[in-house]
């Protein structure tokens, strides 16, 4: 079991960019493990003693994990009987969607929680073809069919979405481990969440991490969790307090949340009197499908036209007037176009033109793009100029700021990297210098929900910020179709 000890030692003071001390009578598993669980990208960071909150790296050395799980067939299995796939994480079982896209899971938290008859199910299926979605059998929330899953009949099970997640966060925790060294047994985790996330979906995470051995300790928000992350180097004034928009724009949704950052003198034990920080969410607002995701739609978009308009395509065309649909709901064609509009996607972030190429697309095709420029991505994104604002705007007003009051706006996410979105939130918060870039766009959400973490578990001194959250997330109940026609009779 982890230890929870309040210190009895007296604080041992560190300066330096973490302001983390840890207490000398800590136990040695006293670690802390944040996730910062993404629709692409899963980051985590480690705090025990000894380990002053650090990355955890993939086995590849990466600071990142691509959020996803896949199956490579064992191929030694006996006729009728079951045998155990290869199971791959991250970038390789992305990989692996070219050959295997049936038993390729990435981005599921945009089904955790979710009913197979939700539109972000349809949506998950309209993105990876090949996979099979079926109700968990207790619950009607997501499952996928799966020869690799063993239970029900040889080659005939499924995972529940949480079970899959679950393998993801053992990996990390099988990462984490290997950093903090023998003996270390990671149990207690912090998740950092979006605002907007309901209940069933933080129930089905909390689900997914206790399959996985974890125990949840507490879920932050994202912004909020960028907030922490900034304060812990910075001190503010009590009679003036500093305003913050965090801006997050990851792969599959885009927030903005209103901080207050306040210096607050109170009371300490005895005659004393200390100063703490006070990092509190006033507003937020937000876009649950705005994000980098989208944005490659419109590149896989242009790649398929460009595809079926290529002479080689020539001939299947004429064979199937329906090939661009035929090519969207093939997994493998899919998946290998997904992964090229993704490339090209962040190359037109740095360089104004480029091209795709792709081995093999479809039916041995090789493709070979035409140039495929800025400008003309830029023209497609006109049409999102105002979602990408307006999560701004909507937490401006919820929190009841002025846009004249906030000090800078913090960028956070991927995504912020292209430059159309760059150039709309400096557009609508007066100039480039009201944009701050003080906080790793990848790892300060991370960072800020484990010192969080440590915070929490007691085991650790650390800069006391205190923190208010706000929950915006709400409970969607369901009724059954037939219930429901059975009420009206
Ligand atoms: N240089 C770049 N230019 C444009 N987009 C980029 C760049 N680098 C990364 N991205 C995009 O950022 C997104 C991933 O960002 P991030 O890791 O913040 O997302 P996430 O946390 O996984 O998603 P979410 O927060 O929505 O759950 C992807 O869509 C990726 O294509
Ligand atoms: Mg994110």
Redesign the pocket.
Same mark, same amino acid.
């Given at each position: 079991m982890t230890t929870m000890r309040p210190i009895s030692a007296p604080p041992v003071a560190l300066t330096g960019l973490l302001l983390l001390s840890i207490s000398s009578l800590a136990s040695a598993s006293a670690a802390v493990l944040g996730i910062?669980f993404?629709?692409?990208?899963i980051k985590a960071a480690l705090v025990k003693p000894g380990i002053p909150l650090e990355i955890v790296l993939t086995k590849d050395t990466k600071r990142?994990e691509a959020?996803a799980v896949g199956f490579k067939p064992a191929g030694n299995g006996k006729e009728g009987e079951f045998a155990y796939p290869e199971r791959l994480y991250g970038a390789d079982a992305v990989n692996l969607a070219a050959r295997f896209p049936h038993d390729v899971y990435p981005g599921l938290?945009k089904v955790m929680g979710q009913h197979v008859e939700d539109d972000s199910v349809a949506a998950y299926s309209t993105r990876n073809p090949a996979v099979s979605v079926v109700p968990n059998v207790l619950r009607s929330t997501v499952a996928f069919q799966s020869s690799s899953a063993p239970p029900a009949g040889y080659g005939k099970g499924s995972f529940t979405v949480e079970e899959l997640l679950a393998m993801q966060f053992k990996s990390i925790v099988h990462n984490a481990e290997a950093l903090a060294g023998a003996n270390t047994r990671i149990r207690d985790v912090v998740f950092t969440v979006?605002a907007f996330l309901k209940a069933e979906e933080r129930s089905s995470l909390k689900l997914a991490a206790e399959i996985a051995g974890l125990k949840v300790m507490s879920f932050v928000s994202?912004g909020l969790a960028v907030g922490i992350n900034y304060a812990t180097t910075r001190t503010f004034n009590e009679s003036s307090p500093e305003y913050h928009i965090v801006y997050?724009m &990851?792969? &599959?949704?885009t927030t903005a949340t209103v901080l207050r950052f306040q210096g607050r003198g109170i009371k300490d034990v005895g005659r004393f009197n200390k100063t703490i920080q006070e990092v509190t969410v006033l507003g937020v607002g937000y876009d649950t499908e705005l994000? &980098?995701?989208l944005f490659?739609q419109k590149i896989f978009e242009i790649l398929l036209d460009d595809f079926v308009n290529n002479p080689k395509a020539k001939g299947l065309l004429e064979e199937d007037p329906n090939l661009k649909n035929t090519i969207r709901t093939n997994g493998r064609a899919a998946s290998k176009l997904w992964k090229e509009a993704?490339r090209v +996607?962040?190359i037109l972030?740095?360089n104004t033109d480029t091209i795709a190429s792709i081995e093999s697309l479809y039916k041995d095709i090789d493709f070979r793009s035409s140039k495929i420029t800025r400008a003309v991505f830029e023209e497609l994104l006109a049409q999102y100029e105002a979602r990408i604002t307006k999560p701004i705007i909507d937490a401006i007003s919820n929190a009841n700021v002025a846009l004249s009051e906030v000090n800078t706006l913090i960028v956070h996410?991927?995504?912020v +990297?292209?430059p159309f979105v760059g150039k709309k939130i400096e557009d609508i918060m007066g100039g480039a210098e009201k944009i701050s870039k003080q906080v790793n766009p990848?790892e300060s959400a991370v960072l800020g929900a484990t010192f969080k973490g440590a915070a929490e578990s007691r085991a650790f001194k650390v800069k006391e910020i205190r923190t208010q959250d706000i929950g915006t997330f709400g409970v969607s109940i369901k009724y059954k179709k037939d219930a429901e026609a059975k009420k009206g009779m």
């Open positions: 910062d993404g629709q692409e990208f990142k959020a938290k979006p994202d997050d &990851g792969a &599959g949704s994000g &980098g995701d490659n993704t +996607r962040q972030s740095a996410g991927g995504a +990297r292209t990848d």
